[in-house]
């Protein structure tokens, strides 16, 4: 008898197994301090600094070939956001939708962005600290801006994360001759990399921030450190782990040396994978294909419904969407940037519910008319191409007849359907309610 029951009881665990499907599509578990920004799927990112006075991109220094002393002390030391307004800019971010905000606390120039008082962050005559405070006439008004917007994204309930460049263009430890940097000796190498850890607990222990997102990691090589090659997989490793010992919940980048699965998210730049990373990851787009304030960029703004649609795929394949404003040198947003935010602010208005807390697609293949996205028990359509035969042909999640279809807008118009082949075959309305990108969710009881 007891056979028997041994038997019976390893039939129905046998039974249970082969039947429980994964009630997630999420490949792993998300660590708990990375839930909020797996959720908010959305991010606006921020470059701003010297060289958004000069306006000519943040590259200008290395693609011009601008001396330290030239860039110094014609172009940095004019650089003057007097009218930098966080309050507009957070507004502009939450009415978007956006969830957090990463602003370049240092770019690859090397300007400090805050009071820093790291002595070896200095100008070409060895005399001022290169900072926004010390080195120009905005330092004056006694002003930080990274404060107010920290405090601006608080006040909010947003998140706020910091961008810091490995390679330093105006640090007297590099030369830039190439477009990266090359170190004076290993010694100069050594207190550089002290020096910038130093800033890294300034930025964190001043601004506490959500997110530390590095870059320009582009010296990098996974054996030992040459003057040129002079940032290793170990130095990445270290800046990871200091990082964690600074804020044990801090979210970082996997550019603490990229290209070795470091780092707490993977950041294609400018990119979308088609086949999604097996981590979490964030995709980082230009609105106007310049991150800092570019004046010849001002007229290639790219059209909102491509940047709604780039932004709608990526949450669809899992990732985040870090969208950057480029403001001008005085800090204020430019108009480009204002009328994209609107506009995506009104979709999301609208449609918002089939983005946060979402997960990727349930389904491999993605469909010719867009994409999905899913959370729960309600699968999203995302419809860019509105078919004119008013039949749209979404898959049946786990095989399973939905409850209910109907469109994801205030309407919540229920759609009529048929079943055919694992498909739900959806009756249109003749007009697409949003041409962009209009969602229709399918809603599945169990
Ligand atoms: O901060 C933004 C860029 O400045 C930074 N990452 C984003 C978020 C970045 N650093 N390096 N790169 C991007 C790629 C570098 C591309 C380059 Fe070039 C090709 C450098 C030199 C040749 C692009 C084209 C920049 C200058 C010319």
Not at 44 to 70: C, D, P, V
Not at 312 to 325: D, E, Q
Not at 410 to 427: D, E, H, M, Q, T
Request: a positive charge; charged letters at 25%.
């Amino acid at each position: 008898m007891k056979k028997v029951l041994t038997l019976f009881l390893t039939f129905i665990l046998i039974l249970q197994a082969v039947f429980t499907v994964p009630v997630q599509s999420a490949a792993y578990d998300i660590p708990s301090n990375m839930d909020w920004w797996a959720d908010s799927h959305f991010g606006m990112f921020i470059h701003l600094g010297a060289y958004s006075y000069y306006g000519q991109g943040e590259w200008a220094m290395s693609e011009q070939n601008i001396s330290k002393k030239e860039y110094q002390e014609n172009i940095a030391s004019k650089f003057n956001p007097e009218s930098f307004d966080a309050k507009t800019i957070v507004d502009y971010a939450c009415k978007a939708g956006m969830k957090y905000i990463v602003i370049t606390a240092k770019h690859h120039e090397g300007l400090a962005m805050w009071d820093t008082q790291v002595e070896s962050f200095k100008d070409y005559t060895g005399t001022k600290l290169f900072s926004l405070q010390q080195y120009t006439p905005f330092g004056r008004t006694g002003r930080d801006i990274l404060m107010e917007l920290k405090e601006a994204c608080d006040a909010a309930g947003i998140k706020f994360g910091l961008y810091y460049s490995i390679i330093d263009w105006n640090h007297p430890s590099q030369e830039t001759g190439t477009s990266f940097t090359t170190m004076a000796s290993m010694e100069a190498r050594a207190n550089y990399i002290k020096d910038m850890k130093a800033q890294l607990n300034e930025l964190v222990r001043r601004y506490n921030p959500s997110v530390m997102w590095f870059d320009g990691d582009w010296t990098y090589n996974n054996k030992e450190a040459t003057l040129e090659s002079w940032w290793t997989e170990q130095d990445g490793k270290d800046l990871y782990n200091y990082m964690k010992e600074l804020k044990p919940d801090i979210i970082v980048n996997e550019r603490v040396c990229r290209g070795y699965g470091l780092g707490d998210f993977e950041c294609p730049e400018q990119r979308v994978p088609i086949k999604a990373p097996s981590r979490l990851w964030e995709t980082c787009q230009t609105m106007n294909y310049a991150w800092g304030y570019k004046e010849s960029c001002e007229k290639t703004y790219r059209e909102i419904k491509y940047i709604l649609r780039e932004f709608v795929t990526a949450v669809s394949r899992g990732g985040n969407y870090l969208l950057n404003i480029g403001p001008k040198g005085d800090g204020t947003m430019t108009g480009g940037s204002k009328k994209i935010l609107n506009n995506i602010g009104k979709w999301m208005d609208i449609y918002s519910d089939s983005i946060y807390g979402t997960v990727k697609s349930p389904f491999g293949k993605e469909p010719g008319w867009g994409v999905y996205t899913q959370k729960d028990k309600n699968v999203y359509a995302h419809v860019f191409k509105w078919s004119k035969n008013r039949q749209l042909k979404i898959k049946c999640y786990k095989n399973k007849k939905p409850s209910g279809v109907r469109l994801n807008n205030s309407s919540g118009k229920k759609l009529k359907f048929s079943i055919k082949n694992n498909n739900i075959i959806v009756k249109l309305p003749e007009k697409a309610p949003d041409k962009r990108d209009t969602v229709i969710v399918t809603e599945y009881k169990n």
